[in-house]
């Protein structure tokens, strides 16, 4: 009987920790994709309400004032535009917990599961003036670069057209 437990705790012993750390390492890759997950709506956040002092985070209407001043600018980029159109309507679940002190990183992960939407907006394509080939993104990329210049390729049903007008809108500012 002693010799059948001392086997089976080897055998336990010399499985079970391969095994465990290979978890940890699975465990940790997923920690690392997700940490970035909301980035655009953290620079958001971080932009219209971080700079707010102590006392003035206290007053939800002071919170809620600085998310509507942000995004009212002229300025925003389409990415920040499209999290400003989101997070608008739900300012005050915005407002209540950075008054408790709650980071901005927690209070996106919040947003995230009332409206999904949120999280889903990705920062726009970066590229450099005439060094980037268009021939090698792919065709949403290339609207995307589009959309972001505010130029439209009407009528434009192959990829070649779409990279002739990335080209032909070079000049043009992000």
Request: contains cysteine.
């Amino acid at each position: 009987y002693k010799i059948f437990y001392r086997k089976i705790k080897m055998f336990s012993i010399r499985f079970s920790l391969p095994l465990f750390l290979a978890l940890l390492v699975v465990v940790a890759v997923n920690a690392k994709d997700k940490k970035n997950e909301c980035a655009p709506c953290e620079s958001v956040l971080t932009a219209a309400i971080g700079g707010l002092s102590k006392k003035e985070m206290n007053n939800l209407e002071t919170t809620e004032e600085a998310i509507e001043k942000y995004c009212s600018k002229k300025d925003l980029s389409q990415t920040h535009k499209k999290i400003c159109y989101y997070i608008e309507p739900i300012k005050r679940e915005i407002s209540q917990p950075a008054k408790n002190g709650v980071p901005v990183d927690r209070i996106c992960k919040r947003l995230k599961k009332k409206s999904a939407e949120v999280c889903a907006v990705t920062e726009s394509v970066k590229i450099e003036k005439g060094v980037s080939d268009y021939s090698k993104m792919r065709v949403r990329e290339l609207k995307k670069i589009l959309s972001d210049r505010g130029v439209g390729c009407e009528n434009c049903l192959e990829k070649s057209e779409f990279v002739a007008r990335c080209k032909e809108t070079e000049h043009m500012e992000l």
